[in-house]
């Protein structure tokens, strides 16, 4: 490229203030040099690292799940529940956010706050967990209070659980080991982005029953 052809594109060069005027008047473009990672996609990663390859390597149509469609009904039954709660919080649903310096981006379902502090809160139908929540999902929703620190200010330090078939609710701790170990994996996903090398199967062959990518797999 000669020196006046160099001196014809300066001006399609956006400064840092042009591209953040672009951001704000049109929020649905990402003009990033790395991909944004979504909370969703932290889950599938600990569940199984192929799932990510055949999404955004792949590009590979997903199968319609049975989790899935439980999944869409979860936004009515959390406002159903939060409106029979006796407690006063600010309620927030289906927030849009990213944060380029974590590198993630997600739609928060549900999270209060509550004068105090903010947190997300998820639905299950299923048991109560003797213990912690498992990690695939706990990850996710640790990916979700990074947004919300990083967007509102918020320090968030716990996900608040509905267990519908219980009609209860449980408090989990969000450590900051938890937030450092989402961060590692940003960039691991990132890595597979780049490198489009199919990973290695998840070892739980019984993850694989109502798998989206069951077709494209094959576990091979």
């Known amino acids: 490229m000669d020196y006046l ?14 591209i953040n005027i672009i951001r ?7 003009l990033y040099t790395d991909p944004l990672i979504g909370t969703e996609e932290i889950r599938q990663y600990v569940y199984c690292k192929r799932i990510i390859f055949f999404r955004r390597v792949v590009n590979a149509p997903m199968k319609q799940t049975y989790k899935m469609e439980l999944g869409q009904e979860k936004h009515e039954k959390l406002q159903q529940l939060s409106q029979k709660s006796n407690d006063n919080p600010q309620k927030y649903y289906n927030i849009y956010l990213t944060d380029y310096e974590s590198g993630l981006v997600g739609v928060i379902d549900f999270f209060e706050f509550d ?19 498992e990690e695939p999902h706990k990850l996710q929703v ?49 890595k597979l982005i780049e490198k489009e090398e199919i990973p290695h199967p998840t ?18």
Do not use: M, W
Not at 5 to 18: F, I, M, N, P, Q
């Open 115 to 133: 004068g105090n502090e903010a947190y997300p809160v998820e639905i299950k139908s299923g048991n109560i967990p003797p213990d912690d929540i």
């Open 5 to 18: 052809e160099k001196r014809s594109l300066k001006k399609y060069v956006l400064s840092e203030g042009d």
């Open 24 to 30: 704000l008047n049109y929020p649905k473009i990402h």
């Open 142 to 190: 640790t990916a979700q209070a990074i947004l919300i620190e990083k967007n509102f200010d918020f320090l968030v330090k716990k996900v608040k659980i509905v267990y519908s078939k219980y009609k209860k609710y449980i408090e989990y701790p969000i450590l900051i080991e938890d937030k450092l170990k989402v961060l590692k994996i940003v960039g691991k996903i990132r």
């Open 203 to 220: 070892i739980h062959e019984g993850k694989c029953v109502d798998c989206e990518c069951k077709n494209y797999c094959l576990r091979s």
